[in-house]
């Protein structure tokens, strides 16, 4: 409490206030496909290579359990030149069993995909994940919905291959006022449809399926051709 009887602002009010301000992108991957299970002695994160027996014996169908479609959506955003400058504003996973975490854009996640499941298994178990050489939270699990957590009047936009809207994403982001960050939702499963009706609108932006990496890699430098990042 300061004088007057007035409350500081919290840490979450203060990143909502920033991710709010000046133009940026926010990311949201939806429906990952990341499932911690107790197998053997230990817990786990589902993969369809490892686990292919488990989820079998357990009614489950091995190839829908890639948490390696994540791993590398996730990469692709982190490395792109657009987040190294600072224009990532934040970046959500929403999980196949509705669990929502945020990954502070300045994370760095592990390359390979067994330490990155062991990182998520310490998330989806203790909540959080906070910095080595300091107090900040590099990811925490968060409550839903995502639209909670995004600024108000924010442009949203879904990608889809069954969208009816077909454009090309540089002459789309290139249209696009800088006003305010924009919402991208990306599916981050290997087949599926993402499930956010409260997108403004979907879109599909090729001829040919696209990988969750791939789609996010085709965003990320439309923005660092539109904002003359190098």
């Not at 994940?129 to 919905?145: S, W």
């Not at 639209?147 to 969208?163: D, E, I, M, Q, Y």
């Amino acid at each position: 409490m300061v004088a007057g009887g007035l409350q500081p602002p919290s840490i979450d009010e203060e990143e909502a206030a920033a991710r709010a301000v000046g133009q940026g992108v926010i990311f949201i991957l939806d429906d990952a496909q990341l499932e911690v299970a107790q197998v053997g002695k230990t817990y786990q994160l589902l993969n369809c290579d490892d686990h292919a027996t488990y989820l079998r014996k357990h009614k489950k169908d091995p190839a829908l359990y890639r948490p390696d479609i994540c791993h590398q959506a996730l990469l692709n955003v982190l490395d792109s030149p657009l987040n190294k400058a600072g224009k990532i504003k934040a970046i959500y996973v929403r999980t196949h069993k509705n669990v929502l975490f945020s990954i502070n854009p300045k994370t760095r996640i592990p390359r390979t995909i067994k330490r990155f499941s062991g990182l998520m298994v310490q998330l989806l178990q203790k909540l959080s994940i906070r910095a080595t050489n300091g107090p900040d939270k590099l990811m925490k699990v968060i409550k839903g919905p995502v639209t909670k957590h995004l600024p108000l009047n924010c442009k949203r936009v879904g990608f889809s291959f069954a969208a009816d809207k077909h454009v090309a994403i540089h002459e789309y982001v290139a249209g696009l006022e800088d006003s305010g960050p924009i919402v991208f939702v990306v599916g981050a499963f290997a087949h599926g449809k993402i499930e956010a009706p409260w997108v403004d609108e979907e879109l599909n932006i090729s001829e040919y399926p696209l990988s969750a990496a791939y789609c996010l890699a085709r965003i990320t430098q439309a923005f660092e051709m539109k904002w003359k990042i190098v």
